[in-house]
């Protein structure tokens, strides 16, 4: 047990320098408080500038003495501000007069004041790394289970991830205009393609442009009427197309995944891959089908993709997979099958289930437009048609399609048959949410062919 511990207290490392030198930036602290003691309107400019950017005890301190005197709309002057941190007594743990004085003429221009702010934030996220790495240590001395140390580690490094992307310049409008006005140059002379990734689904191409990055798509549907196959489909025509793919799944295996995505390629019915002792009984494959299938097991081994079984996995193990594989290549597109079957983080378990919902799609939404990729979200509906415990997914969606197929019922409310199937009186994809091309309640002629399993 100790060696383990002392393995990881290693890599931590130099495991004494972690503990004995806390990284920290002396002078952009003093830099930034000189800064803020001559022009505190400076906060406006970092609004996520706290006390725990700050390592030094004096930096803190003044660092909070001039934030309850913005908060009480104080003035910040020097003998005003010294009066007052000696009233406090807090004055000698600044150096006293001399102390609070050299802060004061460190850098009183603050022409530096947004590059030190990014540095305190990037010496923050290596503290906090530094903090986790001796969470692990003590998990481990303590043999901790290992799936709670994965979700220790999955919880904290998004953490870790939001405090760096604090410290990434905002730009201001300015800039964001000029950038508009970038991109509309090029869109106008051609030299960019404005649409998103194509699918082989033309109404949805045609409708949203394709499906765009930084967006998620949600897919829902009654039980058995195709949520998995459409998503599929959808994360199929990406990866054919060379866009690097993750497929997520709490419900099925990876076997039975890659069979549906090689029948897919092969432009076969699913069964001519899943059993086909069953699918040609009485013969075998002829010419075309045979090479079709050939040229699907060699195809679909390269497609850049990747598929992991998520069974009993939460949502922070869920973010931790997708960012691991981003970091091997940048994602283009991540489906998640499907967001009932997501178990919630630690923090949220105590929430009502709609709640835990919402937050798994909210932080699925958020990583989608950190990361750059085009999410897609499945989601069982009950028997009434709505989202299992889960309207409030839709708040963070772009685009909500649902799988529609509703047969005509009797005076008695039984379902109506016609040669030996369910008479269907409304069968296409419903469009819930378009929250950016308004073209909600429509209903698309895209209808599940059960001969091919694929959409059409």
């Known amino acids: 047990m100790g060696e383990r511990a002392g393995a990881i207290g290693a890599i931590s490392n130099g495991g004494t320098r972690l503990v004995n030198e806390t990284p920290h930036f002396q002078g952009p602290e003093k830099s930034v408080i000189s800064s803020l003691l001559h022009s505190p309107e400076l906060l406006e400019e970092a609004g996520h500038l706290t006390g725990d950017h700050f390592h030094l005890p004096a930096t803190k301190t003044l660092f909070q003495a001039i934030l309850s005197a913005v908060e009480r709309q104080e003035e ?44 305190l934030t990037e010496k923050l996220a290596v503290r906090r790394a530094a903090d986790l790495a001796r969470e692990i240590t003590d998990a481990v ?63 949805l191409n045609q409708l949203f442009r394709g499906l765009k990055p930084r967006r998620v798509t949600v897919i829902s549907a009654l039980p058995s009427q195709g949520k998995t196959l459409l998503g599929g489909q959808l994360f199929m025509d990406c990866v054919m197309e060379s866009h690097k793919g993750l497929f997520l799944t709490w419900e099925m295996d990876p076997d039975e995944l890659i069979d549906r995505f090689l029948a897919y390629s092969a432009r076969q019915p699913i069964n001519a891959v899943a059993e086909p002792e069953v699918y040609w009984k009485d013969g075998k494959p002829n010419e075309y089908e045979l090479r079709n299938l050939t040229a699907a097991f060699r195809n679909v081994a390269t497609y850049p993709m990747t598929i992991e079984a998520m069974h009993g996995k939460n949502i922070n193990q869920a973010i931790a997979a997708i960012r691991r594989e981003h970091r091997k290549g940048e994602l283009k597109v991540v489906v998640m099958d499907f967001i009932q079957r997501i178990a919630p983080s630690k923090a949220m378990e105590k929430q009502s289930y709609e709640r835990a919902l919402a937050d798994i799609a909210d932080r699925f939404q958020n990583l989608a437009q950190e990361l750059g990729f085009h999410g897609i979200m499945l989601s069982q509906l009950n028997k009434e048609g709505a989202a299992k415990h889960a309207e409030a997914i839709n708040e963070s969606c772009a685009l909500h399609l649902k799988i529609l197929k509703v047969p005509v019922t009797g005076s008695d409310g039984t379902i109506v048959m016609e040669n030996g199937a369910a008479k269907i009186k409304v069968e296409g994809i419903s469009v819930v949410k378009d929250r950016f091309h308004g073209n909600r309640d429509k209903l698309l002629s895209i209808k599940l062919d059960l001969e091919t399993q694929r959409f059409k």
């Open 141 to 203: 001395a303590t043999d901790a289970d290992p799936q709670d140390l994965a979700d220790l580690v999955a919880s904290k490094s998004t953490v870790l991830s939001d405090t760096l992307a604090e410290a990434r310049p905002v730009a201001d409008t300015k800039a964001l205009v000029l950038a508009a006005a970038q991109r509309w140059e090029d869109r106008i002379m051609g030299r960019v393609q404005p649409d998103g990734m194509t699918t082989s689904l033309p109404e």
């Open 76 to 119: 910040i002057e020097l003998i005003a501000l010294r009066e007052r941190m000696h009233a406090a007594g807090t004055l000698e743990s600044v150096g006293g007069t001399a102390g609070l004085t050299e802060i004061y003429t460190y850098a009183p221009g603050g022409y530096h004041f947004k590059q030190h702010v990014r540095m």
